[in-house]
């Protein structure tokens, strides 16, 4: 019980004791002592005490200690607190939310230390922390848990995990601003120290963020959110897509020509790419799609366009990371409510195309893809056939670039073209599934290079307004 109920007696000196100075005070009902080498260190103790009080700090009856003092004393680690928080979230978050929960916060955890003194490798430090104390695991039956607490680690894990949990700071200590500025320069690089994506530093100083909010408002170990006090403003980097390496539609339709060349298995991939680069799909809602999602025109007229309706997304994250176990989520669309729906029109040239696809054979659940060996088309195997496309279409010097160096550059493709060819943003916006300002924020050049088609549009409304 805390109480202002305190009361101090001189110090005592008891002779013939190996720490003869004794401090003395009363909480409520119940007597404290502490007994020091030095008169100079009792009084100094009992100045402590003294000047607590004389602060409003209440006094704890059963320890003796001010409230201060009694908080820090159970007040846990960042690399405990970072724990509870990551099993706290691990329930209801996606697998690729899961996933970078624990990267954020093996990111920032060997930041908030005491000292670096026998520190781990960086590697293997950040590995023991992803893989090990920021992942959770449930027994058949059982509630979840975190894998160092439940499982046997390898020695190297071990001994990472035991100094970190060692040395690791306060809470309180790790919310000073100078912990969180070092936490914002940390989260603003990759490992091997350039500097990160500003969409990645942004997100992963969200979860720092959100971390420290659970410190403040569910578990009452600070009294207000640190970053509040740190002005901080983060490297200048650019999340826009490099046009440089985004194939034109004369190589897009080249790198697709290619795929379908390489046999049976690239003849059935051609559909899987030519839905990131017709619908502007990403690469886990194009391996979801069914034939049930498309509305197809009469064979009749060959210049009509279909529909598709997108609605789920299957982005692969590793068996660790989701509920079954299985290497992929399965959920909505990317920022969007569980139950949503994109219905995006699909051009003549990728009607045909879906239309001899379903011609030739479905999956027993009506799925378009499906791995050489049945089962989920993983990214492993369509990236395989990628790269042998790229070999067959690019040159040498280009095959070593980044020109086209993955499936999704199809999309950035498809979206290039949108907006070259005056498509309003929000309708480019709408049927790639992005934000108005995501769109504008990756393709911000494409989108500036279109006003002196809009200068001449308003230039033409207002010399009609005069002229009437």
């Given at each position: ?106 990111v920032v955890t060997p930041v908030l230390v005491r000292t670096t003194a026998g520190r781990p490798d960086a590697r ?345």
């Amino acid at each position: 019980m805390l109480t202002y109920d305190v009361v101090f007696w001189s110090i005592r000196r008891r002779s013939g004791r190996p720490k003869p100075w004794e401090v003395r005070w009363r909480v409520g009902t119940e007597g404290h002592s502490k007994s020091f080498h030095l008169k100079p260190q009792a009084e100094g103790r009992r100045s402590q005490l003294m000047e607590a009080l004389r602060q409003g700090q209440r006094f704890d009856e059963e320890t003796g200690l001010p409230e201060k003092e009694l908080a820090a004393l159970s007040m846990p680690t960042w690399y405990e607190h970072a724990k509870a928080y990551a099993l706290m979230k691990w329930p209801g978050a996606a697998g690729k939310h899961r996933a970078s929960i624990a990267e954020s916060l093996a990111v920032v955890t060997p930041v908030l230390v005491r000292t670096t003194a026998g520190r781990p490798d960086a590697r293997t430090l950040r590995t023991a922390l992803y893989q090990w104390a920021f992942r959770a695991t449930r027994p058949e039956g059982g509630d979840w848990m975190l894998r160092c607490d439940t499982e046997d680690l390898p020695e190297e894990m071990g001994k990472a995990l035991a100094w970190i949990a060692a040395n690791s700071l306060k809470v309180n200590d790790a919310a000073k601003p100078e912990h969180i500025r070092a936490a914002f320069v940390a989260l603003s690089k990759k490992l091997d120290g350039n500097p990160a994506a500003e969409n990645t530093a942004n997100r992963k100083r969200m979860v720092l963020s959100n971390a420290f909010r659970y410190a403040v408002e569910e578990r009452a170990l600070l009294n207000r959110h640190p970053f509040l006090s740190v002005d901080w403003t983060a490297p200048s980097t650019s999340d826009e897509v490099d046009f440089r390496y985004v194939p034109d539609p004369r190589l897009a339709r080249r790198l697709l020509t290619a795929v379908t060349e390489q046999g049976s298995r690239g003849e059935h991939l051609e559909t899987f790419f030519g839905a990131i680069y017709y619908v502007a799909t990403r690469p886990g809602e194009a391996v979801s799609l069914r034939a049930e999602d498309f509305t197809l025109p009469p064979e009749s007229e060959p210049d009509a366009w279909g529909e598709v309706l997108v609605s789920e997304s299957h982005p692969e994250v590793g068996a660790g990371w989701t509920d079954g176990g299985k290497s992929h989520d399965e959920r909505g669309l990317k920022h969007r409510a569980r139950n949503a729906v994109r219905a995006v029109p699909v051009p003549p040239a990728y009607v045909r195309m879906v239309r001899a696809h379903i011609a030739r054979g479905t999956a027993p659940d009506g799925r378009l893809f499906w791995a050489a060996r049945g089962g989920r088309l993983t990214s492993n195997e369509y990236c395989s056939v990628w790269d042998s496309a790229r070999e067959a279409v690019l040159t040498p010097a280009e095959v070593k670039s980044e020109m086209a160096d993955v499936p999704y550059c199809l999309r950035h493709a498809a979206v290039s073209l949108w907006i070259k060819q005056g498509v309003d943003p929000v309708e480019v916006a709408y049927r790639a599934g992005h934000s108005v300002a995501v769109l504008y924020r990756f393709y911000a050049k494409l989108l500036k290079g279109s006003s002196a088609h809009a200068n001449s549009l308003i230039q033409k409304g207002l010399e009609e307004a005069e002229g009437s």
